[in-house]
């Protein structure tokens, strides 16, 4: 086997390269565990190096919503705008009477690369938030927010895509700006209760006095460096804090983590292999793809140090590259944000809960990460510290209770029993980001382009990595109260936030309910007497496109004067169909259900259309297909224009792929 096939970690050489004076018997158990692991047993044993990258203000939407295989564009079941704002779905945004969809950023008639900046401060982000109801984006941030890219503009970022894992649920920290958002990824916190200098919600730096993560790595013998030029853009949060204000120029805090150093200190370290432990790097204010500074020059300039890597393949063979956006800079973005249920300790300023804010792009980059996978576990900034809390064993105290159970570590992202060593071909920077600076140079100023077509995603599929979730959904209507009740649950181990929405009849909402990961049964009830006269329709979302809907009528005349039938779901093993339930309560009428298949194969293998008939008082049970563990039905009923069930989701056990709904 070619050396490069296999992973060279030398754990020798890692105490020496990262300058540890202690034994390792000193070292936190944690640690002594990945030391002790044997090299490329397929374990974070096999890291010898963390870089976390995090560049600036974009939003997941504004860059990848039209990639292949992602929570993108071509989402089946986006958001649903409640019947009184008079638009579909999340996708149609309205000021006043305008609705505006997303847009494509023409970078062949307008200098897009270069596009003004849009506010993404903590009270417009709320704004546009709108309790979650995501219907105030284009009032609150603009028209410019709700243009993105595609492949062809932002080729680079789309090959690292290809090639590796891109996190298509990772949420920025905060509803807000810059500072906040970076305080999360340096230290898992703002200070919320106003202990050390916060609660910090702008980008003020006052001077905080709670430990950093660095500081914790230091303490454990760990070592660690900031990568940052003469320009860094303001973006070092350590320089917030009076330990590092105030360090000497001789201390280990400012050695690491103030000192300026030139751009190819890293390439040095990395040709050297005296690389750090732990490396956070901040690009120049023009190279940091925060508007008005493009996409492309911050690719040029992140590629640098991927190609600085790709020059020593045993450094490379060895470490993980985190690829992150501070926040998403005020541009749109569909998906709703987990969002910590009201009175969650440390999840609340002021009334208003500090996050998740809305997803950026996050990939992950690795010998242990290729392949073009999508992992759609829930993670934040808080997951590349607990990433480096699994590897190291150094814990962050600072991260909250409701976080750790709620977003992932990021190490879902990885499959560390199949590393692929080589290094893969990626776009030339270089060019991108010169034609970058001719179009900002020669081009007029980029404005909104006013489109009410929704926008769309490119076909395909894309490998799945395995979420910590199994989730599952069902209601049933209880006449005598006038209430319609949904359950949930969930039978993975990581806990999960679900959301529902009342999609007509009411517009109050919605309702967050923390699903453990235990299977014990989450509920709630719907008051549908009271505010519908009986009708009803409700949405219930989660993480990996997991989606219920219920509507209908209870009334007592709604369905020829009978008990309004139900639809229930099973779930069973990766690979296994669904299991679907037609329960009819009815004394006198059977019930003709209308199932649809909205993800079947394209040539129709498996079934699209099945019709389900009830005798009174009786219940059918029948399997239907999934696709590659996906499935995605509708359930309609005879006689009854409001009845509608929807099932869609992945069971979870093995990877798969994602696949393109089937509409037609």
Same mark, same amino acid.
């Given at each position: 086997?070619?050396?490069?096939k296999k992973p060279?970690f030398n754990?020798?050489?890692?105490?020496?390269?990262?300058?540890?004076?202690?034994?390792?018997?000193?070292?936190?158990?944690g640690?002594?565990?990945?030391?002790a692991?044997?090299?490329?047993?397929?374990?974070?044993?096999s890291?010898?190096?963390?870089?976390?990258?995090s560049?600036?203000?974009r939003?997941?939407?504004?860059?990848?919503?039209s990639?292949?295989?992602?929570?993108?564009?071509g989402?089946?079941?986006?958001?649903?705008?409640?019947?009184?704002?008079?638009?579909?779905?999340?996708?149609?945004?309205k000021s006043?009477?305008?609705?505006?969809?997303?847009?494509?950023?023409?970078?062949?008639?307008?200098?897009?690369?270069?596009?003004?900046?849009?506010?993404?401060?903590?009270?417009?982000?709320?704004?546009a938030?709108?309790?979650?109801?995501?219907?105030?984006?284009?009032?609150?941030?603009?028209?410019?927010?709700?243009?993105?890219?595609?492949?062809?503009d932002?080729?680079?970022?789309?090959a690292?895509?290809?090639?590796f894992?891109?996190c298509?649920?990772y949420?920025?920290?905060?509803?807000?700006?810059?500072?906040?958002?970076?305080?999360y990824?340096?230290?898992?916190?703002?200070?919320?209760q106003g202990?050390?200098?916060?609660?910090?919600?702008?980008?003020?730096?006052?001077?905080?006095?709670?430990?950093?993560?660095?500081?914790?790595?230091?303490?454990?013998?760990?070592s660690?460096?900031?990568?940052?030029?003469?320009?860094?853009?303001?973006?070092?949060?350590?320089?917030w804090?009076?330990?590092?204000?105030?360090?000497?120029?001789?201390s280990?805090?400012?050695?690491?983590g103030?000192?300026?150093?030139?751009?190819?200190?890293?390439?040095?370290?990395?040709?050297?292999d005296?690389?750090?432990?732990?490396?956070?790097?901040?690009?120049?204010?023009a190279?940091?793809?925060?508007?008005?500074?493009?996409?492309?020059?911050?690719?040029?300039?992140v590629?640098?140090?991927?190609?600085?890597?790709?020059?020593?393949?045993?450094?490379?063979?060895?470490t993980?590259?985190?690829?992150?956006?501070?926040?998403?800079?005020?541009?749109?973005?569909?998906?709703?944000?987990?969002?910590?249920?009201?009175?969650?300790?440390?999840?609340?300023?002021n009334?208003?809960?500090?996050g998740?804010?809305?997803?950026?792009p996050?990939?992950?980059i690795?010998?242990?990460?290729?392949?073009?996978?999508?992992?759609?576990?829930?993670?934040?900034?808080?997951s590349?510290?607990?990433?480096?809390?699994?590897?190291?064993?150094?814990?962050?105290?600072?991260?909250s209770?409701?976080r750790?159970?709620?977003?992932?570590?990021?190490?879902s992202?990885?499959?560390?029993?199949?590393?692929d060593?080589?290094?893969?071909t990626?776009?030339?920077?270089?060019?991108?980001?010169?034609?970058?600076?001719?179009?900002?140079?020669?081009? !007029? /100023?980029?404005?909104?382009?006013?489109?009410?077509? =929704?926008p769309?995603?490119?076909? &395909?599929p $894309?490998?799945?990595? #395995?979420?910590?979730?199994?989730?599952?959904?069902?209601?049933g209507a209880?006449r005598s109260t006038?209430?319609?009740?949904?359950?949930?649950?969930?039978?993975?181990?990581?806990?999960?936030?679900?959301?529902?929405?009342?999609?007509?009849y009411?517009?109050?909402g919605?309702w967050?309910?923390?699903?453990?990961?235990?299977?014990?049964?989450?509920k709630?009830?719907?008051?549908?007497?009271?505010?519908?006269?009986?009708?009803?329709?409700?949405?219930?979302?989660?993480?990996?496109?997991?989606?219920?809907?219920?509507?209908?009528?209870?009334?007592?005349?709604?369905?020829q004067n009978?008990?309004?039938?139900?639809?229930?779901?099973?779930?069973?093993?990766?690979?296994a169909?669904?299991?679907?339930?037609?329960?009819?309560?009815s004394?006198?009428? !059977? /019930?003709?259900?209308?199932?649809?298949?909205r993800? =079947?194969?394209?040539?129709?293998? &498996?079934? $699209?259309?099945?019709? #389900?008939?009830?005798?009174?008082?009786?219940?059918?049970?029948?399997?239907?297909?999934?696709?590659?563990?996906?499935?995605?039905?509708?359930?309609?009923l005879?006689g009854?224009?409001?009845?509608?069930?929807?099932f869609?989701?992945?069971i979870?056990?093995?990877?798969?792929?994602?696949?393109?709904?089937?509409?037609?």
């Open positions: 086997m070619d050396d490069h060279p754990r020798r050489r890692f105490m020496q390269s990262a300058g540890a004076a202690l034994a390792t018997s000193m070292l936190p158990p640690l002594q565990k990945v030391l692991a044997p090299a490329g047993s397929g374990t974070l044993g890291i010898a190096h963390v870089v976390i990258f560049q600036e203000n939003s997941f939407d504004s860059y990848f919503g990639l292949n295989g992602v929570s993108g564009f989402d089946n079941h986006p958001l649903l705008q409640n019947a009184a704002n008079g638009v579909a779905n999340v996708f149609y945004q006043g009477s305008t609705i505006q969809c997303p847009f494509h950023h023409n970078l062949k008639t307008t200098a897009a690369e270069c596009a003004a900046d849009v506010a993404h401060d903590w009270t417009s982000g709320h704004t938030w709108d309790n979650g109801k995501l219907t105030k984006w284009y009032s609150a941030k603009g028209g410019l927010s709700m243009g993105y890219f595609n492949r062809a932002i080729p680079w970022h789309y690292l895509a290809d090639n894992t891109t298509d649920h949420f920025h920290s905060v509803m807000g700006p810059t500072n906040p958002n970076r305080l990824l340096m230290t898992g916190t703002i200070d919320p202990k050390n200098g916060g609660p910090v919600i702008d980008n003020s730096e006052k001077g905080y006095t709670w430990t950093t993560y660095a500081e914790r790595l230091q303490a454990a013998g760990i660690w460096r900031v990568y940052q030029e003469t320009d860094n853009f303001d973006d070092n949060a350590l320089a804090f009076n330990n590092f204000k105030n360090a000497a120029t001789t280990p805090l400012y050695i690491n103030m000192q300026r150093r030139a751009a190819t200190a890293f390439a040095n370290d990395v040709a050297n005296t690389l750090p432990a732990v490396s956070w790097i901040l690009a120049p204010t190279l940091s793809e925060h508007p008005d500074h493009g996409p492309n020059p911050g690719a040029n300039y590629n640098q140090f991927l190609t600085a890597l790709a020059a020593n393949p045993k450094v490379w063979e060895k993980v590259f985190f690829l992150v956006y501070d926040e998403n800079g005020g541009f749109f973005d569909h998906a709703m944000s987990p969002v910590a249920p009201s009175g969650t300790a440390d999840e609340f300023v009334g208003l809960p500090i998740l804010g809305g997803r950026i996050a990939l992950a690795s010998p242990w990460s290729k392949g073009g996978y999508v992992a759609s576990e829930v993670f934040d900034h808080t590349t510290l607990r990433f480096l809390e699994a590897w190291t064993g150094v814990q962050e105290p600072n991260i209770a409701w750790r159970k709620v977003c992932g570590d990021l190490t992202a990885f499959n560390f029993n199949a590393g060593y080589a290094f893969p990626l776009p030339d920077t270089a060019a991108l980001a010169a034609a970058a600076a001719t179009e900002c140079k020669n081009l !007029p /100023a980029a404005k909104p382009i006013a489109t009410t077509t =929704a769309t995603q490119e076909t &395909g $894309r490998p799945t990595r #395995v979420q910590p979730y199994q989730l599952n959904g069902w209601g209880e006038g209430r319609y009740w949904v359950y949930m649950t969930n039978q993975g181990p990581k806990d999960v936030m679900m959301t529902a929405y009342v999609n007509a009411r517009t109050d919605p967050r309910y923390q699903v453990t990961g235990d299977g014990v049964q989450a709630d009830y719907f008051s549908v007497n009271t505010y519908g006269g009986g009708k009803y329709d409700i949405s219930l979302y989660g993480p990996n496109r997991f989606y219920r809907r219920f509507a209908g009528n209870i009334s007592a005349t709604a369905w009978q008990p309004e039938p139900e639809v229930t779901i099973t779930l069973g093993a990766a690979g169909p669904i299991a679907l339930s037609f329960v009819n309560a004394t006198t009428t !059977p /019930a003709v259900f209308t199932v649809k298949r993800n =079947a194969p394209a040539d129709g293998s &498996g079934g $699209r259309v099945w019709t #389900v008939t009830v005798p009174a008082g009786l219940t059918i049970g029948g399997s239907f297909p999934t696709n590659s563990d996906w499935y995605d039905y509708v359930i309609t005879s009854d224009s409001l009845f509608a069930r929807e869609a989701g992945h979870e056990g093995v990877e798969s792929k994602t696949e393109m709904p089937f509409t037609g």
